[in-house]
């Protein structure tokens, strides 16, 4: 849809991503799954849900959940501080909240800069669209595939 | 003449004898009877006093005449006697004037008289002697006296003569003494003047120090009210540097909410398309600017927590170097009185020094009178010295003298 369209546009083609970084990893969305950023602020638990839902928060008059990826990909816990921001991801009829530490911009990246995540890694790997080289090992940036990453957020928590 | 006036008269009888013999030789022979008258006058006029004339052959008429010339002759006899008697005791009586003259015997001058013509000229004599014997005895008595006085003389002059020496000797050693002394006084002299000089020095020194410790306390108590204008700046600069930290955490703030603002416009350029390009660079560069404000901020909180470290590091060294002044003010008060003290016994030894000088000053004018004084006596003694010893020499010479007249006495016996 939006690639293509961007792809058509361009003669060197480019993805534009959210990049964010929480715990040590640091992560790229494609834009156009990302409504919003504000302050996490201050969430409410929710009973019987999975551990990487931290609870949900209101937005714009609606009740939203928000995940943490750390957990959900098993790479550890987030914290929520002053500094903490959670942007409104969408894809699809799912509207989520994910906790980032740091945003750090919407950068285009070439596609073919992109290259194909791992086969065969661990559960991280199959929700992956690519990684993206930086100058050190640090500053790569693992781009995710987010429409895949809320569904099967979504299927683990209607399976429980 | 006394002596000779006996002779006289019987000479002239012997004479008158004499010629009547004589006239009656002239006369021719005489008859018998005249003869017996002859005869016994040549007898007496040969020495034979006791010849008489004897009645029986005078005749008749003869009688009277032999009785009478009998009785004339021995007028004379007795007259010769007694002439002769007188003759011995003047002999005795001019041997023993003789023995008296040639040994000064007084003690045989035992003559007596019954001649009473030469009587009182003997006792006269006697008299005479008795009274030189008085004064023999009384001169021998003398002359001891005197010999033991000379001695005594004698031995006290020798004493006095020896003690006069030993006196001089005395007085040289004195002498040299006071000498000594007066070099000893000097030197004390000397020594209390540079005591003094040195303590003038060290009471200056003193002063010096105590106009010191006065401008050190002058100076702590400066530093002390310096450190409380410092502390007091140190809490103004305390409270500025919390109100500017209240103040960045506005900005803080404000930076991140810029922040998300930007990012949310960058997003909803990015939504817009190509047509919310530039936007979205102009959010992206907001975004900047606020990461920078964030960036700065930050530092501002590193440097404000810092500098409260400082202040209060420095507010710590304030209140150390005021309780440091003020142990130092102490520290200058007790060395103020310490050096009170100091110039309070200078100040005393000065003094005592200086009269230690003067009196010792004194003391050499009084010695060098002394020694003046010592020398003067010296030469006294040593003329009383000489004198003693012609003292003592004329007291050996009258001591000779007196042994040489008590000899010269011992010649004239009184008893």
């Keep these: 849809m939006a690639p293509d369209r961007a792809v058509a546009a361009q003669a060197r083609p480019e993805q534009e991503f959210f990049c964010f970084r929480v715990g040590d990893l640091r992560f790229g969305v494609p834009s156009e799954n990302v409504l919003e950023v504000f302050r996490a602020g201050l969430l409410t638990p929710l009973p019987r849900t999975p551990s990487f839902i931290m609870g949900v928060t209101g937005h714009r008059g609606e009740v939203l959940p928000v995940v943490d990826l750390l957990r959900f990909l098993s790479k550890g816990e987030a914290r929520i501080g002053p500094r903490t921001r959670l942007f409104i991801g969408v894809t699809g009829s799912i509207v989520a909240g994910v906790v980032a530490d740091t945003v750090l911009g919407l950068r285009r990246i070439p596609v073919s800069d992109i290259l194909p995540p791992p086969l065969g890694g661990d559960a991280a790997a199959e929700h992956l669209l690519g990684v993206v080289q930086g100058s050190t090992t640090q500053d790569g940036i693992n781009l995710l595939n987010f429409h895949k990453l809320l569904q099967t957020a979504r299927q683990r928590a209607v399976a429980r | 003449m006394s002596l000779d006036t006996p002779n006289e008269k019987p000479a002239s009888k012997a004479r008158s004898a004499r010629k009547a013999p004589a006239n009656k030789a002239s006369a021719a022979a005489p008859p018998a009877p005249l003869k017996a008258f002859t005869d016994t006058l040549l007898t007496v006029l040969a020495g034979n006093l006791q010849a008489r004339v004897p009645k029986e052959l005078v005749g008749e008429g003869g009688e009277e005449m032999a009785h009478l010339l009998n009785q004339v002759l021995d007028n004379f006899a007795s007259s010769e006697h007694r002439k002769h008697v007188a003759a011995q005791e003047i002999d005795q009586a001019l041997d023993a004037l003789i023995s008296l003259v040639r040994e000064g015997d007084l003690s045989r001058w035992n003559t007596t008289t019954e001649d009473p013509q030469l009587g009182p000229l003997l006792e006269g004599f006697g008299k005479v002697i008795e009274t030189l014997r008085t004064f023999v005895r009384e001169i021998n008595e003398a002359a001891l006296r005197l010999s033991s006085s000379a001695n005594q003389v004698l031995a006290a002059s020798t004493q006095h003569e020896t003690s006069s020496t030993e006196q001089a000797a005395a007085i040289h050693e004195t002498t040299a003494t006071m000498e000594e002394l007066k070099h000893a006084s000097a030197q004390i002299a000397e020594n209390a003047g540079s005591v003094a000089r040195v303590a003038e020095e060290t009471l200056g020194a003193a002063r010096a120090g105590r106009g010191a410790i006065g401008e050190f306390?002058?100076?702590?108590?400066?530093?002390?009210?310096?450190?409380?204008?410092?502390?007091?700046?140190?809490?103004?600069?305390?409270?500025?540097?919390?109100?500017?930290?209240?103040?960045?955490?506005?900005?803080?703030?404000?930076?991140?909410?810029?922040?998300?603002?930007?990012?949310?416009?960058?997003?909803?350029?990015?939504?817009?398309?190509?047509a919310g390009k530039g936007f979205s660079i102009v959010a992206a560069?907001?975004?900047?600017?606020?990461?920078?404000?964030?960036?700065?901020?930050?530092?501002?909180?590193?440097?404000?927590?810092?500098?409260?470290?400082?202040?209060?590091?420095?507010?710590?060294?304030?209140?150390?170097?005021?309780?440091?002044?003020?142990?130092?003010?102490?520290?200058?008060?007790?060395?103020?009185?310490?050096?009170?003290?100091?110039?309070?016994?200078?100040?005393?030894?000065?003094?005592?020094?200086?009269?230690?000088?003067?009196?010792?000053?004194?003391?050499?004018?009084?010695?060098?009178?002394?020694?003046?004084?010592?020398?003067?006596?010296?030469?006294?003694?040593?003329?009383t010295t000489q004198a003693s010893k012609q003292a003592t020499g004329a007291a050996a010479e009258l001591t000779q003298l007196a042994a040489r007249l008590a000899e010269l006495i011992k010649r004239f016996k009184a008893d």
């Design chain 2, 217 to 274: 306390i002058q100076a702590m108590q400066q530093i002390r009210s310096d450190g409380v204008a410092v502390a007091d700046s140190i809490a103004k600069l305390s409270k500025r540097v919390e109100r500017i930290g209240t103040v960045v955490e506005v900005i803080d703030e404000i930076a991140d909410r810029s922040d998300l603002l930007a990012l949310n416009a960058a997003l909803e350029g990015s939504r817009a398309g190509e």
């Design chain 2, 285 to 383: 560069e907001m975004r900047r600017l606020a990461e920078n404000v964030l960036d700065s901020t930050k530092e501002i909180k590193n440097l404000i927590t810092e500098i409260r470290e400082a202040t209060a590091a420095a507010a710590g060294a304030a209140e150390a170097s005021k309780s440091a002044t003020e142990s130092g003010e102490k520290l200058g008060a007790v060395a103020a009185q310490a050096v009170e003290g100091i110039l309070a016994g200078v100040q005393e030894t000065s003094d005592a020094a200086r009269v230690i000088n003067l009196a010792t000053q004194q003391q050499r004018t009084a010695t060098e009178q002394v020694v003046a004084s010592m020398a003067e006596i010296e030469d006294v003694t040593r003329q």
